[in-house]
């Protein structure tokens, strides 16, 4: 089932000031302007460290007024203490996530993606913020590259928020899912340039990955936001593609050219491992996977169920897979890369 199944929430954005951590990138403009459209918060601070990312937003949304432009680092925690205060909800989306940037400079990885996300969870339980979401993904299960690992601890960090806010009205989540069709560095981008000298570059034909749109990752957010009571890693059921069947969709009749997979890369992804699979639950848009030791109370609604023990849930084992067909339509409108 599509992450975007529609459901009744309960959460209530309305009046609420929300701070979106690197929320110029591809998911933050998208999220933005569903909350603008579908609510009526009191303000949405957008925290990125860009300042010509920020310009750009500045313009695409110029006759809103209800966004506040902060320029910041996560890794400087001072200014998300002061960027926080009086905040209801974060969302945390800003990470270093290119694969080969991570290896080559594992510092500035770990500082950006594992420091700040304990100063975002320090921020938070300082300034008593009720709700922090934080956006990983499936790099972060069983990982084979720096990114991968520095997500994996931001998730565990995140989680373990939980406790470190005591008795604080302050609750942490996260979210994980897949690639996202058309985000910056999004191998669609790739492909649709490479189309015009009429040979795609792919490093594994027998290659599969998750597949989700920007729509339904803020539908997960949301959801997430809605459900979470703390400590909470809710996984969208997204549909499988082959990377074959994705560069046939974009660039038809292309030679396809097989250059071998780069370091740091898997065949096949998971979002959920056999191990996780004892504590993980399931729900009809998501499964959840709970802490397995938590000092703080969980709470289970009625419509999650236990999975049974060694379910695996892979980009190569999924029940639904993108066609040709579907992967073209999904493709349509997407700019090729730069």
């Given at each position: 089932?599509?992450?975007?199944?529609?459901?009744?929430?309960?959460?209530?954005?309305n009046?609420?000031?929300?701070?979106?951590t690197?929320?110029?990138?591809?998911?933050?403009?998208?999220?933005?302007?569903?909350?603008?459209?579908?609510?009526?918060?009191?303000?949405?601070?957008?925290?990125?460290?860009?300042?010509?990312?920020?310009?750009?937003?500045?313009?695409?949304?110029?006759?809103?007024?209800?966004?506040?432009?902060?320029?910041?680092?996560?890794?400087?925690?001072?200014?998300?203490?002061?960027?926080?205060?009086?905040?209801?909800?974060?969302?945390?989306?800003?990470?270093?996530?290119?694969?080969?940037?991570?290896?080559?400079?594992?510092?500035?990885?770990?500082?950006?993606?594992v420091?700040?996300?304990?100063n975002?969870?320090?921020?938070a339980?300082?300034?008593?913020?009720?709700?922090?979401?934080?956006?990983?993904?499936?790099?972060?299960?069983?990982?084979?590259?720096?990114?991968?690992?520095?997500?994996?601890?931001?998730?565990?960090?995140?989680?373990?928020?939980?406790?470190?806010?005591?008795?604080?009205?302050?609750?942490?989540?996260?979210?994980?899912?897949?690639?996202?069709?058309?985000?910056?560095?999004?191998?669609?981008?790739?492909?649709?340039?490479?189309?015009?000298?009429?040979v795609?570059?792919?490093?594994?034909?027998?290659?599969?990955?998750?597949?989700?749109?920007?729509d339904?990752?803020?539908?997960?957010?949301?959801?997430?936001?809605?459900?979470?009571?703390?400590?909470?890693?809710?996984?969208?059921?997204?549909?499988?593609?082959?990377?074959?069947?994705?560069?046939?969709?974009?660039?038809?009749?292309?030679?396809?050219?097989?250059?071998?997979?780069?370091?740091?890369e898997?065949?096949?992804?998971?979002?959920?491992?056999?191990?996780?699979?004892?504590?993980?639950?399931?729900t009809?848009?998501?499964?959840?996977?709970?802490?397995?030791?938590?000092?703080?109370?969980?709470?289970?609604?009625?419509?999650?169920?236990a999975?049974?023990?060694?379910?695996?849930?892979a980009s190569?084992?999924?029940p639904?897979?993108?066609?040709?067909?579907?992967?073209?339509?999904?493709a349509?409108?997407?700019?090729?890369?730069?």
């Open positions: 089932m599509s992450p975007t199944a529609e459901r009744k929430r309960a959460l209530d954005l009046a609420k000031t929300i701070l979106v690197g929320a110029t990138g591809s998911f933050g403009n998208a999220f933005v302007e569903r909350l603008l459209h579908d609510h009526a918060p009191q303000s949405i601070r957008i925290f990125s460290r860009d300042e010509l990312k920020q310009y750009d937003m500045q313009r695409k949304f110029a006759d809103e007024d209800r966004l506040r432009y902060l320029i910041g680092d996560i890794r400087d925690r001072d200014r998300l203490v002061r960027a926080t205060r009086g905040v209801d909800v974060i969302v945390h989306a800003a990470a270093l996530k290119q694969v080969g940037a991570c290896e080559y400079n594992p510092f500035e990885a770990v500082q950006t993606n420091l700040g996300a304990e975002v969870v320090a921020a339980i300082e300034n008593e913020v009720p709700l922090t979401l934080a956006l990983s993904t499936d790099k972060a299960v069983n990982p084979v590259n720096l990114y991968g690992a520095t997500k994996l601890c931001e998730e565990k960090i995140t989680v373990q928020g939980n406790a470190y806010a005591a008795g604080s009205p302050s609750r942490f989540a996260c979210v994980r899912y897949g690639n996202v069709v058309g985000s910056r560095g999004s191998v669609v981008p790739l492909f649709k340039a490479q189309a015009e000298t009429g795609i570059t792919i490093t594994d034909d027998r290659m599969t990955r998750f597949w989700i749109t920007l339904g990752a803020v539908e997960l957010v949301l959801n997430g936001l809605d459900r979470m009571s703390g400590g909470e890693v809710y996984i969208p059921k997204i549909p499988s593609a082959r990377i074959g069947d994705i560069a046939e969709a974009v660039a038809p009749g292309c030679e396809q050219r097989i250059i071998g997979i780069r370091p740091g898997k065949l096949h992804e998971l979002l959920v491992t056999e191990d996780e699979s004892r504590h993980t639950y399931e009809p848009e998501t499964y959840v996977i709970m802490p397995e030791y938590a000092s703080w109370e969980l709470q289970r609604t009625d419509d999650m169920s999975m049974e023990q060694g379910f695996r849930y190569d084992n999924n639904e897979w993108l066609s040709v067909e579907d992967l073209r339509a999904m349509e409108g997407i700019k090729a890369a730069a």
